[in-house]
């Protein structure tokens, strides 16, 4: 039987991570304390830890955000609480990079190199 909360959660510690390695059953990660910028480790984690909706998100270069928090349940009891989120970015078609594409050489072609290149 699943433990009732009254849906109070406190963030104890976030972090910003990036996929460095998947295993079978776990994914090797670079993480950064959010609380601590500059502090970075890295941290072997269950695929369990991710939701199953989110597992085919898990590749190298993917980043996340993993927080770890303890939530109130109705009985008075706090409980421990991980959730990991993975970020999602939009996807580009071929047509929207081509534009992107013609668009960056008609600003290239705006520019005054030679002028910008000669001393004054």
Same mark, same amino acid.
């Given at each position: 039987m699943k433990p009732e909360t009254n849906g109070t959660t406190g963030v104890l510690q976030e972090f910003e991570g990036t996929v460095l390695e998947l295993t079978a059953d776990s994914f090797v990660a670079r993480l950064m304390d959010r609380a601590n910028p500059g502090?970075?480790?890295?941290?072997?984690?269950?695929l369990a830890e991710v939701r199953f909706e989110e597992?085919?998100?898990?590749?190298?270069?993917?980043?996340?955000?993993?927080?770890?928090g303890d939530q109130q349940e109705t009985e008075g009891r706090?409980?421990?609480? *991980?959730?990991?989120?993975?970020?999602?970015?939009? *996807?580009?078609?071929?047509?929207?990079?081509?534009?992107?594409?013609?668009?960056?050489?008609?600003?290239?072609? *705006?520019?005054?190199?030679d002028r910008a290149k000669r001393p004054s």
């Open positions: 502090l970075e480790e890295e941290a072997e984690i269950p597992r085919e998100l898990v590749r190298p270069g993917a980043m996340f955000r993993w927080t770890l706090r409980a421990r609480v *991980s959730t990991i989120r993975f970020q999602r970015l939009p *996807s580009w078609t071929c047509r929207e990079v081509e534009e992107a594409k013609k668009a960056a050489g008609v600003f290239l072609e *705006s520019l005054d190199l």
